[in-house]
């Protein structure tokens, strides 16, 4: 689950990590009586949406007055904000934060991740902060530093310190930045994020060490054991139709093709889109509907499908365990009945009552094109489009 800025920056202070003082804000008309609030000469008016890259979307403007904060809160809030991270279509404005302004000495770049190829937690810094971290990889690899977490010993102060060095902080900076490092992970685990990102960390001329920005990730299964996280949750600014698969227990994420998937498992979704794109199309979407997939859910799943309107074609790619062959032929079957599908169907499916879910689909009357193993129907419904 992401989650905002503001957000973000609000778990960080519960753990005794400093962030600058800021303001929420939803209309213009408040903006100057939080800027005021704040209460430096200097504020920041900032972009609330769930991507990043903001400032060269024109979604962060520095003002130097509580009227110029109210004129640049006009600005952004309501418009549609185009970031390398939103794509094209762009986000909606609909809060700013106006936070103050800071006597910037030093912009840096701190973020603590899941690696899966050491099962463990790794924390990530460099010297070139501001910057986009796949920037710095590509262009200076040499400037990313990378120290992994015991995950019995956590960070202890002798590892914060290593990042420091690393990092060429002054003596001075690394008195406060020692405690925030060892404070975020702290915030990390408690709040079990997989990803908890500081870009830019700053260091004042004064000596003080902030988080700046702040991006945050929170593992969905752990949601459970944060019941005031769960409210963190803001559904506008997610995919309409990953919320409203969520409703129905599938795991759904959007994508650009125009093949329509529907798969049970995660890994074979994983596999069957691979297998598209060797035959030469593209995925609409992962649609994972589990192993104790029922008609209704696959009712359901075909209706998100076909709401998009770049779906040319399904691909249905089942192998039957948990969930049986005939009753995924029966939930095929009376879904396209119900939903008056007009477009090409392919079905592959293999495992548990796989002769009996064969014949429903035969008898059914229905223009059903049925793959003989995954390449075969990866490369009829691809025919099928084309």
Same mark, same amino acid.
């Given at each position: 689950?992401?989650?905002?800025?503001?957000?973000?920056?609000?778990?960080?202070?519960?753990?005794?990590?400093?962030? %600058?003082?800021?303001?929420?804000?939803?209309?213009?008309?408040?903006?100057?009586?939080?800027?005021?609030?704040?209460?430096?000469?200097?504020?920041?008016?900032?972009?609330?949406?769930?991507?990043?890259?903001?400032?060269?979307?024109?979604?962060?403007?520095?003002?130097?007055?509580?009227?110029?904060?109210?004129?640049?809160?006009?600005?952004?809030?309501?418009?549609?904000?185009?970031?390398?991270?939103?794509?094209?279509?762009?986000?909606?404005?609909?809060?700013?934060?106006?936070?103050?302004?800071?006597?910037?000495?030093?912009?840096?770049?701190?973020?603590?991740?899941?690696?899966?190829?050491?099962?463990?937690?790794?924390?990530?810094?460099?010297?070139?902060?501001?910057?986009?971290?796949?920037?710095?990889?590509?262009?200076?690899?040499?400037?990313?530093?990378?120290?992994?977490?015991?995950?019995?010993?956590?960070?202890?102060?002798?590892?914060?310190?290593?990042?420091?060095?690393?990092?060429?902080?002054?003596?001075?900076?690394?008195?406060?930045?020692?405690?925030?490092?060892?404070?975020?992970?702290?915030?990390?685990?408690?709040?079990?994020?997989?990803?908890?990102?500081?870009? %830019?960390?700053?260091?004042?001329?004064?000596?003080?060490?902030?988080?700046?920005?702040?991006?945050?990730?929170?593992?969905?299964?752990?949601?459970?054991?944060? %019941?005031?996280?769960?409210?963190?949750?803001?559904?506008?600014?997610?995919?309409?139709?990953?919320?409203?698969?969520?409703?129905?227990?599938?795991? $759904?994420?959007?994508?650009?093709?125009?093949?329509?998937?529907?798969?049970?498992?995660?890994?074979?979704?994983?596999?069957?889109?691979?297998?598209?794109?060797?035959?030469?199309?593209?995925?609409?979407? $992962?649609?994972?509907?589990?192993?104790?997939?029922?008609?209704?859910?696959?009712?359901?799943?075909?209706?998100?499908?076909?709401?998009?309107?770049?779906?040319?074609?399904?691909?249905?790619?089942?192998?039957?365990?948990?969930?049986?062959?005939?009753?995924?032929?029966?939930?095929?079957?009376?879904?396209?009945?119900?939903?008056?599908?007009?477009?090409?169907?392919?079905?592959?499916?293999?495992?548990?009552?796989?002769?009996?879910?064969?014949?429903?689909?035969?008898?059914?009357?229905?223009?059903?094109?049925?793959?003989?193993?995954?390449?075969?129907?990866?490369?009829?419904?691809?025919?099928?489009?084309?």
């Amino acid at each position: 689950m992401k989650i905002h800025e503001y957000q973000a920056k609000e778990l960080l202070a519960k753990y005794n990590v400093p962030v %600058p003082n800021g303001v929420l804000v939803d209309s213009k008309s408040k903006a100057a009586a939080a800027a005021k609030k704040v209460g430096t000469v200097v504020t920041v008016v900032k972009a609330q949406i769930h991507a990043g890259g903001r400032g060269k979307g024109g979604g962060v403007k520095l003002a130097k007055s509580p009227k110029e904060a109210e004129t640049h809160a006009g600005k952004i809030l309501g418009m549609t904000l185009v970031t390398p991270q939103t794509g094209p279509e762009g986000m909606l404005v609909k809060k700013v934060l106006i936070e103050e302004g800071m006597d910037i000495a030093q912009e840096l770049y701190l973020s603590i991740v899941i690696d899966r190829e050491i099962s463990r937690s790794l924390i990530i810094a460099s010297a070139a902060g501001g910057m986009e971290i796949e920037e710095i990889a590509e262009s200076t690899p040499e400037k990313i530093i990378k120290e992994p977490i015991d995950p019995i010993e956590g960070v202890q102060p002798y590892l914060a310190r290593k990042i420091c060095f690393a990092l060429g902080l002054s003596k001075e900076a690394m008195k406060p930045a020692i405690p925030f490092i060892i404070n975020l992970y702290k915030a990390f685990q408690a709040e079990d994020c997989d990803m908890l990102e500081i870009n %830019p960390l700053v260091v004042t001329r004064d000596h003080r060490v902030l988080a700046l920005d702040a991006k945050v990730n929170i593992d969905d299964n752990a949601l459970g054991r944060h %019941p005031a996280t769960v409210a963190y949750r803001d559904i506008n600014e997610e995919d309409p139709t990953e919320v409203e698969a969520g409703k129905y227990n599938l795991n $759904f994420i959007k994508l650009d093709g125009n093949i329509g998937c529907m798969v049970n498992g995660a890994g074979l979704a994983m596999a069957t889109m691979d297998i598209i794109k060797h035959s030469g199309g593209e995925p609409a979407n $992962f649609l994972d509907v589990g192993g104790g997939a029922n008609e209704e859910m696959i009712e359901n799943a075909f209706r998100i499908l076909l709401a998009d309107p770049n779906v040319k074609a399904l691909f249905i790619n089942i192998f039957g365990g948990i969930l049986r062959c005939d009753i995924l032929a029966n939930g095929v079957v009376n879904a396209s009945r119900k939903l008056d599908v007009n477009v090409p169907i392919v079905i592959r499916m293999e495992g548990t009552n796989m002769e009996e879910g064969h014949r429903i689909l035969k008898e059914s009357g229905l223009n059903f094109v049925v793959g003989d193993g995954m390449k075969d129907a990866a490369r009829k419904v691809v025919k099928a489009i084309k």
